[in-house]
């Protein structure tokens, strides 16, 4: 539904989980825990007096934080209606794992096959997800405030994934979490659709449902009409006589990736003739960064809208300076995931954004292959996990020092359009910015698609002569579990404690 007219309402911060606003990068043990709920009656009780962490700023920072999530299995679970359940999205509904075809839009196929996976596979999926923050020394005690009394009766712990404290890095060694979008929690901006330069400030309703998005519309989500127990959850603003179960809650993608550290570094230790220096190059220009997260591109010299200073050295910049990709290469993973981009291709002056508009001077091919930025942005929360490998250990021999990855966590208001299509289009696509035969040289999975028989493949465009590509390039990252949950409200999560009450 429009926008319209109505007038923009405060935003209660109280009534959202902190992981939307804060991420809580300062507590840094964190560890994630898969429940199945064994007893609904004793899972809504605990759910009543769950200490869960809002967006609240404080006068001081919390030295723990619990945050909960529940998957569609785990919402049937709890005993919430069907015709309730039927307002949530088709994604969400389905999950991850759901249709085959979803498993082969996001590439999960060949060693990504869910039949492999160690949770989340067909008939495995977890009902509820915890997830826990605590500065060191202070874990044990939110344990035992989250075990209380009835704890044991209401839920089974089906796995315990743990993280590790990499301080920003993630397991191939490179500064990771550094651009993230940022909400316009005022509520001050105006979405027109005719945008044509990239911006980093987006609306609320991309990340928080029950608010309007980037096209200036409500995302679908469960409404109600007064009934016992939904008193407590705030009026829709498109329509003020229903309760809303969705307003300021979100979705939440969690994907298990475990990393090849080694055969990364090896593989491009091979490709360079073990040269420490060209070895370097070729990781960042795969990755689209330095190892410190410095752009491979110039610095833009207008401000971008919405980034924030303190990351401005690493985040003010587009690739509208580099439009043939010689140093940030069209295919490297930051460039995919996130183009910088906006409506209409970059054009100087009022003429030359006036005949963008009216469909002409779009002289090459791939200023129209990508989609505007702004309506796929995703909020990224993950955690890395296992212990930390340098190159130059990596390339060694030496003894296996464990498994290493990434707990990928977005938030999203939006599956489909935000994740599943950077997903597909972007990160898996092999036609991304014109290009073929390669997906993302971090995340791609190799395996053959409709259309493209090799996706093993990474050019490095030069300034003077063809293309360099490598080629034959493994498998670098494999996912290991994955789900689709809802990370509701405070309101919300009071709501579900009343559920299925006779």
């Known amino acids: 539904m429009d926008r319209g007219d109505m007038s923009t309402a405060s935003v209660d911060v109280r009534d959202i989980q902190g992981i939307v606003r804060f991420g809580f990068g300062p507590l840094k043990d964190a560890s994630f825990w898969l429940l199945k709920i064994r007893d609904a009656a004793a899972a809504r009780a605990w759910l009543a007096t769950a200490p869960v962490t809002t967006a609240e700023k404080l006068g001081a920072p919390p030295v723990t934080a619990l945050q909960v999530a529940f998957t569609r299995e785990g919402l049937e679970a709890l005993g919430v209606a069907a015709d309730v359940l039927a307002g949530f999205s088709a994604e969400f509904l389905s999950g991850m794992t759901g249709e085959a075809s979803r498993s082969r839009r996001l590439g999960d196929v060949g060693a990504n096959s869910p039949e492999w996976w160690k949770w989340g596979s067909p008939g495995n999926a977890p009902h509820m997800l915890l997830m826990l923050y605590a500065q060191p020394g202070e874990m044990d005690q939110l344990t035992r405030r989250i075990r209380s009394t009835g704890w044991n009766a209401a839920f089974e712990i089906s796995d315990y994934l743990t993280t590790s404290n990499l301080q920003g890095t993630e ?3 490179f500064n990771d979490g550094i651009s993230q979008p940022e909400l316009d929690w005022t509520r001050e901006r105006k979405t027109h659709g005719d945008e044509l330069r990239y911006g980093n400030l987006l609306a609320l309703g991309e990340f928080l449902l029950g608010y309007p998005n980037e096209y200036g519309k409500y995302t679908s989500r469960p409404l109600l009409a007064d009934e016992p127990g939904s008193a407590g959850l705030p009026c829709a603003e498109d329509y003020p006589d229903k309760r809303d179960i969705g307003r300021n809650g979100t979705y939440l993608v969690f994907r298990q990736l475990q990393q090849d550290v080694r055969g990364f570094w090896r593989f491009i230790d091979k490709q360079t003739h073990s040269n420490p220096q060209a070895r370097l190059q070729l990781a960042e220009s795969m990755v689209g960064r330095r190892m410190d997260g410095t752009p491979l591109v110039p610095a833009q010299s207008q401000h971008i809208e919405g980034i924030d200073p303190k990351s401005a050295s690493k985040n003010q910049f587009t690739y509208d300076l580099d439009e043939d990709g010689i140093r940030c290469p069209f295919g490297a993973h930051v460039r995919r995931a996130n183009p910088r981009n906006a409506d209409l291709p970059a054009s100087n002056g009022l003429v ?39 190159p130059e250990q990596a390339v060694a021999d030496g003894p296996d020092m464990g498994q290493h990855g990434i707990h990928f966590i977005c938030i999203v208001a939006n599956i489909l359009r935000q994740f599943e299509f950077v997903q597909n289009a972007w990160v898996m696509g092999t036609k991304f910015d014109a290009l073929t035969e390669e997906s993302d040289p971090l995340l791609g999975n190799r395996e053959a698609v409709a259309g493209c ?13 063809a293309r360099l590509h490598i080629a034959d390039m493994p498998q670098f990252v494999t996912v290991r579990g994955g789900a689709y949950f809802f990370l509701p409200s405070l309101s919300a999560l009071r709501y579900l404690a009343t559920v299925g009450r006779k």
Do not use: C, Q
Not at 364 to 385: N, P
Not at 458 to 465: A, D, M, T, V, Y
């Open 171 to 173: 397991p191939f060694g």
């Open 453 to 465: 028989r090799f996706t093993n493949t990474f050019s490095l465009p030069r300034e003077f002569g």
């Open 352 to 390: 030359g954004r006036l005949l963008h508009m009216l469909g002409f001077g779009n002289a090459k091919y791939r200023d129209d292959v990508i989609a505007s930025t702004r309506f796929h942005r995703m909020l990224r929360r993950g955690r890395e996990y296992g212990t930390r490998i340098t």
